[in-house]
């Protein structure tokens, strides 16, 4: 039974995300604002995350009045203080992703380069953003667990792969591809405590066919978020064992990325460009074929 749940919150998550970011896309066309040229340098319209906060915030309502008349300990033990962490990290992200995408600049870019602008008395979107991330992770886990050292290790772990998210956002789909799997699979192993976050999960399957067609690009607005509730995910489970390994993998993306160049490794392995390339529209195949410098 719950797990017939689970699918049914995914496919109306889905219908809602995919609802209305098809409502949504002609205002973000008329934004200049959040155009931005893609990957080939055509224009489209950032901020594919917001109809996937707002899915998660009717989800939010909807479990409210769902909770009222039903006993909350049927969606699992943990399911009220997962949702809360859920809504209260991706919606934090995603107001900050949107500030960096509407005014931010790619002057400055990974941690170093944020942290070299703090250094010359510049204060980056990016960085704003990075900190927003780590003090809503520290909030999130101080609800989920009591000693300090734990709470840390959640903040870290979630503050993490909200840029880990940012990192994969370099391509149609890429990061969705990368994130979804992730908390797809944690939500079905820890399934008890994790039915709620079906919705939103459904919401990004619905954002999916256009950021792979390339009607829309995540952006931070998405991205972030995206990444971030991979970090919820791990922290919700509560095994400590599961949320240092999600925590040492989100730090070792991130500090491999200021060494190495995630789409050059994907593009070098076949099995990754396959992957990379599954559901991609016909230009961005040739593109990916194409010998570059």
């Given at each position: 039974?719950?797990?017939?749940l ?19 896309l002609p205002i973000?066309?008329?934004s ?9 340098g055509e224009?489209?319209p ?6 996937i906060?707002?899915?998660?915030l ?9 909770w ?7 969606f699992g033990a943990?399911?009220?203080q997962?949702?809360y962490?859920a809504?209260?990290?991706?919606l ?13 600049t790619a002057a400055?870019?990974g941690l170093r380069?944020?942290l ?10 990016g960085?704003?953003?990075?900190a927003?991330?780590?003090?809503a992770?520290l909030?999130?886990?101080?609800q989920a667990?009591?000693s ?6 959640g ?5 993490a792969?909200?840029?880990?998210g940012?990192l ?6 890429r990061c969705?591809?990368?994130c979804?799997?992730?908390s797809?699979?944690l939500t079905?192993v ?5 039915v709620?976050?079906?919705?939103v ?7 999916l066919?256009?950021?792979l067609?390339?009607k ?15 970090g919820v995910?791990?922290?919700a489970t509560?095994?400590?064992a599961?949320?240092v390994g999600?925590c040492?993998v989100?730090?070792?993306l991130n ?7 995630f ?7 076949s ?7 599954l ?15």
């Amino acid at each position: 039974m719950i797990f017939l749940l689970f699918l049914v919150l995914l496919l109306v998550g889905a219908l809602i995300g995919g609802g209305l970011l098809g409502a949504l896309l002609p205002i973000l066309k008329d934004s200049p604002v959040l155009m931005r040229a893609n990957y080939r340098g055509e224009s489209v319209p950032l901020a594919g995350g917001i109809p996937i906060a707002a899915t998660l915030l009717i989800g939010f309502c909807l479990l409210q009045i769902l909770w009222s008349v039903t006993d909350r300990s049927y969606f699992g033990a943990n399911a009220v203080q997962t949702v809360y962490m859920a809504v209260f990290v991706v919606l934090v992200v995603t107001l900050f992703g949107l500030l960096d995408d509407a005014v931010g600049t790619a002057a400055a870019k990974g941690l170093r380069g944020h942290l070299r602008a703090l250094k010359s008395g510049r204060l980056t979107t990016g960085l704003l953003k990075l900190a927003a991330g780590a003090v809503a992770g520290l909030i999130a886990a101080s609800q989920a667990e009591e000693s300090v050292l734990w709470i840390v290790v959640g903040a870290v772990c979630i503050a993490a792969w909200a840029n880990v998210g940012n990192l994969f956002d370099l391509g149609p789909g890429r990061c969705i591809k990368v994130c979804w799997p992730i908390s797809a699979t944690l939500t079905l192993v820890f399934l008890d405590s994790l039915v709620p976050l079906a919705l939103v999960l459904g919401a990004v399957l619905g954002v999916l066919g256009s950021d792979l067609k390339e009607k829309v690009m995540l952006g931070d607005t998405g991205a972030n978020p995206l990444g971030a509730l991979v970090g919820v995910c791990f922290l919700a489970t509560g095994n400590h064992a599961v949320v240092v390994g999600g925590c040492l993998v989100g730090i070792a993306l991130n500090l491999a990325a200021e060494k190495v160049s995630f789409s050059r490794i994907i593009v070098s392995n076949s099995l990754l460009l396959r992957l990379d390339s599954l559901g991609a529209t016909e230009a961005r195949r040739v593109y990916l074929r194409t010998p570059r410098q």
